[in-house]
């Protein structure tokens, strides 16, 4: 019940229609600032949450395992074999633009990846990581 909260005040800051990759990072943005002033985005670091191995899954170490190395690059999920389109906004046009989705994708991913839920400023940061032009 406590991450409905946010994932609730999120949607709806974003709204209901399509939304651009950096309509959905500034909410995360926001949040962020809020609960750390002067925070602003850091593609370094968005890039260092994608590389980094998490000793929460073997197979699933990191990002990349399923993403590619490249986030413009398709990946491949590690366990289901199931295709995944590329992760940046420039190489997959659908990629940050519903909001919902995101941070379902987020939620699940983060989860499983890290052991816990990613913050809004590492969402945000991921965000601009990815949506750097590869």
Excluded at 77 to 92: E, M, Q, Y
Excluded at 127 to 133: E, H, Y
Aim: with cysteine.
């Amino acid at each position: 019940m406590k991450y409905l909260i946010p994932y609730a005040i999120l949607v709806a800051s974003v709204g209901t229609t399509a939304e651009t990759p950096q309509q959905v990072m500034d909410a995360y943005t926001a949040d962020a600032v809020r609960r750390t002033p002067g925070f602003a985005p850091n593609a370094g670091l968005g890039e260092f949450l994608f590389v980094r191995k998490f000793a929460v899954s073997a197979t699933m170490p990191n990002c990349a395992a399923c993403h590619a190395d490249s986030p413009s690059q398709p990946g491949r999920h590690i366990l289901t074999r199931v295709d995944i389109k590329p992760l940046s906004p420039a190489a997959n046009p659908e990629r940050f633009t519903d909001a919902a989705k995101v941070e379902k994708w987020f939620l699940r991913d983060c989860t499983k990846v890290i052991g816990r839920e990613c913050t809004a400023g590492e969402k945000a940061d991921f965000i601009a990581f990815v949506s750097n032009d590869y």
